[in-house]
């Protein structure tokens, strides 16, 4: 569940899936918009057992459990955009709880071979020794409010999707641009149930973020690959974080006169532990569900999509794989890359094996036919939605005459060889030289200022780019890359720089990657620091590498115009059908597609069976990482401190009724990616744990939600204070906690 690397040409729609024949919604599916508590949720929560009241869990107007809670983002990941994590602020003084693999690369990126923080661990302590980290954000939420009858004010049945469109994004710019007090704040109005209804989110973002402390790999990655999106688990996936402020208490940027942070509320942490049926609720920012798509997009997913990325990511993984166990520089430069890459491999391959051992494809079926047959009851509603799922269905079948092509462009090009993505980097230096070929004497003196200006830039850039890079690793990812593009793409789809393959390297693949790497200046950090100091149009025109760059995009561009009249039309077909099923059933409560907002989940404590005479318990302890160590096995290696803590079982205050450490723990929370480092939160609103993965069993959980097998995996936070206090001995960080036992 780490970070996503979200499609191009994402098909995934909408909501639960719903069927007459099964029994209403249950507290365990859904993620909620937060401000629905009081007149929806509350009452469930309360018969699980929550005892806060419904304004100490969310309200827009005093200190709440959602003020607590955090998006993390970055330069890539703004709040308007999204969040790759999520966190949780657990101190007086702005310290943050998140994943280890959401602090991954912020680790990754101040280590090197001398300090190397990802295989040793870090631990600051005192605030002089917290390490700044350049481009990570983290955003609370303000308020959210529905913005719905706004939005669509001036929206009727009659319009066309374009003019449609157009009024709701007017509509939308007005109430963003209000909302954010003349740049005060990131807002941004997001689509719910496809466009049936909408909120305005209003975020705080602070800039100034430090790392504070991070367990070894070997604990905070333990299994690895191996155990990933398995139960049962041994991870202690988390990472510490403090977020600093100006000396007035408003965001900033990183500067030495900074202070921490002062929370409007801050949760404390519960070191009683966790038993069976005990209430759970998780806030965060879940990336996506697609719980509404239809048959013909499972049938995608299952027969098109996932075994192509899995094809493409499996040779990518391979190659950065044998260049890593051979050199420990590689290893450390790639390894952020690899579990990226990596995770979301495996969860394509327990989502196509979820969606055919749960008959998906023919559920969604069902719901389809018990749809169509409710709208030919009634003349106003076959006028309504007598055409949507037609309409679907019509755009998926022109979608496929690209899919492949997307697919490979995100998956092989922009996210194989490094340099094609690195490129458009030089994009707005590239449109500047252009202008200045027909710029008078006068334009040039200040289009070469801009030149310049970008060019300081883009030095930075490629400070950060090129420490992480290994040209010969590129290289035959490239090669590779091209070789299965070129075969499997139609030749009519394929970007013009093929032409010069054919032409000049007679379809040579790895003569042209030796041109490439040989010459261009987006593979070597000299050549591209020599062309900055004098930058000039013919040299990038003429780079291979940037014509790559230039070409993909093109392709890019051009394959989106193509479908862009289909992606309308389904969203349009989406619309409606969503707005057809919620109100085929008046009585069910409905929940929306997650899209990166603030959602709540509430949930219990819970076990499962997998499988025929197969039962999970609810608790891992530190008992199965012993049992699973393997000293010759990267993923399975225990730290020595943690052999001798577990020998003389000195486990503190931490360990349970039963005297065992509880590193991880099950509850039916409904999650997905996005909600890693989301704090678990008990009945009176204490943290007990971090989630932080799905279980096996429930892959095509994105998709439809299995109740009977559905997990979210947590670190109990006993096991995590147990690695700060006694493996690590940061006591400092211990004494900023507020403990309840």
Known sequence: M????????SLLFAIQIVFAVNPPTIPDEGMWVPVWIENLNYPDMVRLGLKLKADEVYSNTKPSVKDAIVGLGSNEYKPSQGFFCSGVVVSPQGLV?????????????????????LTNGFWATKLSEEIPIDEMTMSFVVRIEDVTGRVLK??????????????????????ENEASEKGKYDVVVKSMFEGNEYYLYVYETYKDIRLVGAPPSAIGKFGGDTDNWMWPRHTGDFSIFRIYTAPDGSPAEYSDKNIPLKPKKYLPVSIKGVEKNDFSMIFGFPGSTHRYITSQGVEQAINQNNPLIVKIRDKKLSIMRSYMDQDPKIKLQYSSKYAQTSNYWKYFIGQTKGLKRWDVYDRKKELENQFMNWVQQDATRQQKYGTCLKEIEDAYNLLAKYNKTMTYLEEALLQGPEF????????????????????????KAKIEGNAKLIAKNLNEKAEKYFKDYNA??????????????????????????????????????KKWADDIYNKSILVDENRFNSFLQNPNLKTLENDLGFQLTISTLSSARSIWQEMAKAEDQQNEGYRKYIAGLREMMPNKAFYPDANSTMRMTYGTVQDYYPADAVHYNYVTTLAGVMEKEDPTNDEFIVPDRLKELYNKKDFGQYADKNGNIVTCFITNNDITGGNSGSGVIDANGNLIGLAFDGNWESMSGDILYETSVQRCISVDIRYVLFIIDKYAGATNLINELTLVK
């Not at 780490?2 to 040409?9: A, D, E, G």
């Not at 009659?158 to 710019?173: F, L, T, V, Y």
């Not at 980097?425 to 500047?432: A, E, K, P, R």
């Open 420 to 443: 094609i993505y690195f490129g458009f980097d030089l994009l707005q230096l590239y449109s500047v030289l252009k202008n200045m070929e027909n710029a008078s004497k006068d334009e």
């Open 2 to 9: 780490k970070r996503i690397f979200v499609s191009l040409i």
């Open 97 to 117: 709880f998140t994943n280890h693999h959401c602090g991954y690369d912020a680790v990754q990126q101040v280590s090197t071979l001398e300090h190397d923080y």
């Open 154 to 175: 001036n929206v009727n049945d009659s319009m066309s999707i374009s003019a449609r469109d157009k009024a709701i994004n007017k509509a939308i710019k007005e109430i």
């Open 472 to 509: 010969n690793v590129d290289k035959d990812i490239f090669i590779s890359m091209f070789e299965m593009y070129i075969n499997d793409v139609p030749k009519d789809q394929q970007i013009s720089t093929i032409t010069t393959l054919e032409k000049k390297y007679k379809g040579d693949i």
